[in-house]
């Protein structure tokens, strides 16, 4: 053979075998390559006090071509002294389930660790959700929380150390720098012989120079004047009283040109609308004196004082409020329709209004469920909204910082200029902030013993029912009792301090519609939840008489 050729031969030879042994080099370099889990650790909160509770998420997404090579995997959250474990949750293709082993306490920390072994479920994301609270004795500084994502290869052990690792560094929030604290004074509103039919509470806490809101208040076969005090400029404790007179002037009277308009603000958004299902009413303006009116008419029909609507005089001198109530215009049904307020000698104002349907939002609420009349309250009502605008996640657990924002709305939420903020864990700006701030003024929440509000910890059953009978002692309605009074199997479960409002409640039939519990328990310590929320809500507000 000529050495040209064998030349050429041998050359091809070696390049073929480099050729074999760098791909075979490049796959077991792929094959060495760690798997990547993208492994994170996040933190609500990165700023943490003591007594606070901060929610950690360790999370990690695996490719479904990665974990065929692999048994288990391990996911561990280490949280170092200072931070106590409260929950923990694991979620696998978005479904939740307990901790199978027990966090090992040690006097570094606390470790949390789960293992899961089937892998063909694996493949996409998981995450481990923790509560933690924040030790009281703990005095400032950074707390490093570790976490780790462990890889079982096929017919191994679990290795010693993790294939990833991730750090989460909570700083210490400074407390609120304590101030001199304003003077807040109790406003106490005498309906004299007449019942509250919405607007203000008739117990308010203004801040020394505010004003108080006016409560819309009525009594059968009378007209409300005013008041016997200016409700601005409050400077101590005062009981501010209705002055009311017999409806029965005819006198002449001379009148602006007649006008309707929907108030601006206050229970409804600027807008001529109601939503079926609502529980919030409407109020409408009329531009004359209160002494003069006689009747309200929808559709040419003249509607029934008391059970219908009410009408009181309107914050601006000269204006008479209609308040047109839920349970009449839940029975309209969806169209355009004209309101008409009469007064004497020929004077009327018009206004339009439109009823709207209300429209299925959420694709995990069925009309089957039982807390489907609550939800459709609560969304038409804008109280409570779904967390997408597709989900309402009926389930899931409400906070207290959640739970007292939907009572801030339902009252309009009124300002809070010259309130303090006595809880150290409400920082400036949050959802929250001025909801706890009213609620703690007007006595509504207390915080818990340590002196902190702790707005992400899960609201009980027994804390709702307690925030919620406070709440309807301070708008000083008077409810109708609609069952019998009865206990509950649990009772002496349930905490002193919640007790009264448990009994008052159920004896109001809010609870009523909550799942049988065949052994009639309340359950008092356990996590109340929106779907929960949304039907006492509903029950609630129907009982109040709006």
């Not at 077991?28 to 609500?44: Q, V, Y």
């Not at 991730?166 to 807040?184: A, D, G, M």
């Not at 007649?258 to 603000?265: F, L, N």
């Given at each position: 053979?000529?050495?040209?050729?064998?030349?050429?031969v041998?050359?091809?030879?070696?390049?073929?075998l480099?050729?074999?042994?760098?791909?075979?080099?490049?796959?077991?370099?792929?094959?060495?390559r760690p798997?990547?889990?993208?492994?994170?650790?996040?933190?609500d909160?990165?700023?943490?006090?003591?007594?606070?509770?901060?929610?950690?998420?360790?999370?990690?997404n695996?490719?479904?071509?990665a974990v065929?090579?692999y048994?288990?995997?391990?996911?561990?959250?280490?949280?170092?002294?200072?931070?106590?474990?409260v929950?923990?949750?694991v979620?696998?293709?978005?479904?939740?389930?307990?901790?199978?082993?027990?966090?090992?306490?040690?006097?570094?920390?606390?470790?949390?660790?789960?293992?899961?072994?089937?892998m063909?479920?694996?493949?996409?994301?998981?995450?481990?959700?923790?509560?933690a609270?924040?030790?009281?004795t703990?005095?400032?500084?950074?707390?490093s929380?570790?976490?780790g994502?462990?890889?079982?290869?096929?017919?191994?052990?679990m290795?010693?150390?993790?294939?990833?690792?991730v750090?989460?560094?909570?700083?210490?929030?400074?407390?609120?720098?304590?101030?001199?604290p304003?003077?807040?004074?109790t406003?106490?509103?005498?309906?004299?012989?007449?019942?509250?039919?919405?607007?203000?509470?008739?117990?308010?806490?203004?801040?020394?120079?505010g004003?108080?809101?006016e409560?819309?208040?009525?009594?059968?076969g009378?007209?409300?004047?005013?008041?016997?005090m200016?409700?601005?400029y409050?400077?101590?404790d005062?009981?501010i009283?209705?002055?009311?007179?017999p409806?029965?002037?005819?006198?002449m009277?001379?009148?602006?040109?007649?006008?309707?308009?929907?108030?601006?603000?206050?229970?409804?958004h600027?807008?001529?609308?109601?939503?079926?299902?609502?529980?919030m009413?409407?109020i409408?303006?009329?531009?004359?004196?209160?002494?003069?009116?006689e009747?309200?008419?929808?559709?040419?029909?003249?509607l029934?004082?008391g059970?219908e609507?009410v009408?009181?005089?309107?914050?601006?001198?000269?204006?008479?409020?209609?308040?047109?109530?839920t349970?009449?215009l839940?029975?309209?049904?969806?169209?355009?329709?004209?309101?008409r307020?009469?007064f004497?000698?020929?004077?009327?104002?018009?206004?339009q209004?439109?009823?709207a349907?209300y429209?299925?939002?959420?694709?995990?609420?069925?009309?089957?469920d039982?807390?489907y009349?609550?939800?459709?309250?609560?969304?038409a009502?804008?109280?409570?909204r779904?967390?997408?605008?597709?989900?309402?996640?009926?389930y899931?657990?409400?906070?207290?910082?959640?739970?007292?924002?939907?009572?801030?709305?339902?009252?309009?939420?009124?300002?809070?200029?010259?309130f303090?903020?006595?809880f150290?864990?409400?920082?400036?700006?949050?959802?929250?902030?001025?909801?706890?701030?009213w609620?703690?003024?007007?006595g509504?929440?207390?915080?818990?013993?340590?002196?902190?509000?702790?707005?992400?910890?899960m609201?009980?059953?027994?804390?709702?029912?307690?925030?919620?009978?406070?709440?309807?002692?301070?708008?000083?309605?008077?409810?109708?009792d609609v069952?019998?009074?009865?206990?509950?199997?649990?009772?002496?479960?349930?905490?002193?301090?919640?007790?009264?409002?448990v009994?008052?409640l159920?004896?109001?039939?809010?609870?009523?519609?909550?799942?049988?519990d065949?052994?009639?328990?309340?359950?008092?310590?356990?996590?109340?939840?929106?779907a929960?929320v949304?039907?006492?809500?509903?029950?609630?507000?129907?009982?109040?008489?709006?």
């Amino acid at each position: 053979m000529n050495k040209h050729i064998l030349k050429a031969v041998s050359m091809a030879l070696v390049l073929a075998l480099l050729a074999i042994l760098w791909s075979g080099s490049i796959a077991w370099a792929e094959a060495e390559r760690p798997l990547k889990g993208d492994l994170t650790l996040i933190a609500d909160n990165n700023t943490v006090f003591s007594g606070g509770t901060v929610n950690l998420t360790a999370g990690f997404n695996l490719l479904e071509s990665a974990v065929n090579s692999y048994s288990a995997l391990r996911i561990t959250v280490f949280l170092p002294a200072g931070l106590d474990y409260v929950s923990g949750v694991v979620y696998v293709g978005g479904a939740p389930a307990a901790l199978t082993a027990t966090p090992a306490n040690t006097p570094a920390g606390t470790s949390v660790v789960v293992d899961l072994n089937d892998m063909a479920v694996l493949a996409g994301a998981a995450q481990l959700k923790i509560a933690a609270k924040v030790s009281n004795t703990w005095g400032g500084g950074k707390l490093s929380v570790r976490g780790g994502l462990y890889l079982q290869p096929t017919g191994a052990s679990m290795p010693n150390s993790p294939n990833e690792e991730v750090v989460c560094t909570l700083e210490s929030l400074n407390p609120v720098t304590p101030t001199v604290p304003p003077k807040i004074y109790t406003v106490r509103f005498n309906p004299s012989g007449g019942i509250r039919v919405g607007g203000g509470a008739l117990i308010q806490a203004v801040a020394g120079g505010g004003s108080a809101i006016e409560p819309y208040v009525y009594r059968d076969g009378y007209i409300l004047q005013g008041w016997d005090m200016p409700l601005n400029y409050i400077t101590h404790d005062q009981v501010i009283t209705a002055i009311w007179s017999p409806d029965t002037d005819n006198g002449m009277i001379t009148v602006d040109p007649p006008s309707g308009s929907m108030v601006q603000g206050y229970f409804v958004h600027g807008q001529n609308e109601f939503t079926r299902f609502s529980h919030m009413p409407m109020i409408y303006y009329a531009e004359h004196y209160i002494a003069r009116f006689e009747s309200v008419e929808i559709g040419s029909r003249i509607l029934r004082p008391g059970s219908e609507y009410v009408a009181t005089a309107g914050t601006r001198a000269g204006t008479t409020a209609i308040h047109l109530k839920t349970s009449y215009l839940n029975v309209l049904n969806a169209g355009s329709y004209t309101l008409r307020v009469n007064f004497r000698n020929g004077v009327y104002a018009n206004s339009q209004l439109t009823v709207a349907p209300y429209r299925d939002h959420y694709t995990d609420v069925s009309k089957n469920d039982w807390f489907y009349k609550g939800v459709e309250a609560m969304t038409a009502s804008e109280l409570l909204r779904g967390v997408t605008g597709t989900r309402f996640d009926p389930y899931s657990s409400m906070s207290r910082g959640m739970m007292v924002t939907l009572l801030y709305r339902y009252v309009g939420e009124p300002s809070v200029a010259g309130f303090g903020n006595r809880f150290p864990d409400i920082a400036p700006g949050q959802y929250f902030t001025d909801a706890v701030m009213w609620a703690a003024a007007n006595g509504i929440v207390n915080g818990y013993t340590n002196g902190v509000f702790a707005p992400y910890d899960m609201m009980t059953h027994e804390q709702f029912a307690a925030v919620l009978f406070r709440y309807q002692d301070n708008l000083g309605s008077i409810p109708t009792d609609v069952l019998p009074s009865f206990g509950y199997n649990d009772f002496n479960q349930i905490n002193y301090y919640a007790q009264a409002a448990v009994n008052k409640l159920a004896t109001q039939g809010v609870f009523r519609d909550w799942p049988p519990d065949r052994e009639n328990r309340f359950r008092p310590q356990n996590p109340v939840t929106r779907a929960e929320v949304a039907t006492v809500m509903r029950l609630w507000i129907e009982s109040i008489g709006w």
